[in-house]
């Protein structure tokens, strides 16, 4: 029991992340197209300003419960998932960095130097994250004797698919923050970039659950146990609520886009159940939550920790979203105290 | 070269890195929280801009500790696989706890620092730096925590080929973990003081904002002779702490070779790891190195020579960057005081020498800082956990050769180029003069 409720937090704390730092990533990615100037730049920046940082926690706070509940599994991810973490890692680092950085220095040069690093560094990890995501679900090839893939390995049509899904997730996800929280000609840009990718998303997202027949185990879980098809029709029903509220409320389709990347996550998760990293080649090797687990005590110990204190995280989180939940003015930007980036 | 030797190499270079910017993010937290509680108590718009000033800077440096704190957190998974199964258990609940208890509350209330001046009343916004403060510091208990163990594991039985929890309290209680945290958050609160020092005394040497500066030493001098003590005395008690439980590393510390009572302490001493004894031993103080290490003149000291050779740390390392560190100790003791003597005199301005020998002092309490970790990690050597788990035995199996290389060559270039700029930021809004209290347009 305590062994599935960490398997369920676990999948929430991953979804959790992808909901928040994937408009990070959407605005890193974007703000090269939708900002036509310097001052239009920092405006989209300085619409995540306040968030990034404490939304990237999520992150580490993923991985902590990975390494807490599962530490066989997060001894196994981490060294299998080698090089693209190394990326991942970098990418989190030069991005997380570049918007300090690059209000420091008043060079046109230096400015658009950084302005590509968060760009590019957005974009990697992305994708790969997807990458990693879409080879969890179709399993890693290892058996007793140890892993027998490279980076290249991962790289498979599979992987790339759901790379390129998890992309089209977080560019939607950030033109839709965008759309409400920068202002002017920068929201306008941003609406149309997101009504642009919603056909995208929605094609690479049917090919996605498609290939997920051909390609992984994850349906058995749902042949199984039919009920559990609720959590991807959700996604699915968010996905069109997403194209309705375009018409009428930004907010409402952004909100509708949070709750789509939650349930593909978990529609992934669900099938992965009783796994959490299937082998690909001897399924007896299959890394579960039950054979990779703590013992009893520390997941006991570690879910009134969560219980404690995961509620009082998530209500100032929420208090500082609704803080700073006013679009980004360009006047704004005159006063480094509302827009310190 | 093999795979266990890069990765340490590996864990040394990321871990002594990130602890460049993280002593001065413990400090500075609670100074720049300080500062603006006065401004908010008085009024004074003096310490409105002195808040702005330190504040730029501590964002400058927590933009790096913060980032690479995470390579830490997925290094144990990546090169210390065998590491992360076997005390999983163990290890991995004061991380997920950081991350859960610190790290959010930090990140989170420096957004609200950061940009909301104009969304919070002057109460909130003095409270946000107090808890971006507070969330500094209990990471650092969270992890000192999980270090701990790793020096003095306890709480803990070995059960299905690992180390699994059975007292959770006994680990997050014990001693070793409590020293440990008073210990480095103090040394932290040192930077932080020598670093307000310093950067005020340049201010205060090109006659610049006279009155702000000032104000800031004074305020770095309090805080600064306080930690200094702290640090010195807390370090006394961990030392006792580690005598107890790390016989090896007290020795190597110390250096002694031969297990004897009512051991001197030598004034100037060098080690000969070649043929385990001590090169040069001079000016002995009769009996001083058994009371340092156990309260007692006559305790006896377990040599190096009666432990098996291959659990002995290196010693030279040791022993030089223990030696080093506790005289910086001293040192930071004696300035804090003179500084602490100069305010009160009101005979700062005058003293232009020390002025400009605090400006020279800042990288000191870092050095220091670097130090204390080579001591407490190259001295637990060759365990990652001290007597359970070897350090040889640790590394990913899945991981070879190339690929740390490869990984440890873009940490150096990542690391080195990051760095280099952060610090040549630190150093050009450093010597900035402080902004009109109310400012429009900059960035």
Redesign the interface.
Known sequence: MLNTIWFALWGLLWAVYFMLDGFDFGVGILHLFVAKDDLER?MVI?TI???W??N??W???A??????????T???????L??P??LI??S???R??S???R???ELEGWKRFWDFVIFLFSLMPAILFGIAFGNIFKGLP?DAN??HGTLFTLLNPYGLLTGVFFLLLFLEHGALWLSFKASNKVAERAKSTAQKTWPLLLIVAGLFLIFTKWATKLYNNYINHPVWFIVPAIAVISLVLIRIFMKTSYVKAFISSCVLIITVVFTGIIGLYPNLIPSSIDPACNLTIFNSS??Q??LK??LI??II??PI?IA??LW?HM??KEAIKKED????????? | MDTVWLARWQFALTALFHFIFVPLTLGLSFLVAIMETVYVKTGNETYLRMTKFFGKLFLINFALGLVTGITLEFEFGMNWAQYSKFVGDIFGSPLAIEATLAFFLESTFLGVWIFGWKKVSKKVHALSAWLVAFGTNISALWILIANAWMQHPIGYVIRNGRAEFVNFWAAVLQPYAILKFLHTVHAGYVVGAFFVMGISAYHLLKHQEIDLFKRAFKIGAYFGLYAAIVVFIIGDLHAFEVAKTQPTKLAAMESVWNTEKGVPLYLIQFPDEAHKRNAIQWFGIPKLLSILAYHNPNASIKGLKSFPRNDRPPVTITFISFRTMVGLGAIFIIFALIAYYLIKADRLLDKRWFLKLMLYAIPLPYLACELGWIVAEVGRQPWIVYGLLRTSQAVSTAVNTAQVVMTLIGFVFLYGTLGFIDIYLLFKYARKVPEPATTKGGY
């Open positions: 920092r300085n300003g306040p968030v940082d404490g990237e926690v992150l580490i706070t991985g902590g419960a990975t390494f807490a509940a599962f530490p066989t997060y001894a196994y991810m981490f060294s299998y080698y090089t973490l190394f890692l970098a989190l680092i030069l997380g960095v918007f300090e950085f209000g420091k220095i290892f140890g892993y703590s013992s005590y520390t110990v570690m920790v969560v204190f995961v995280v100032y989180q500082a803080l700073f930007l005159e006063d480094k105290e509302v827009a310190a980036y």
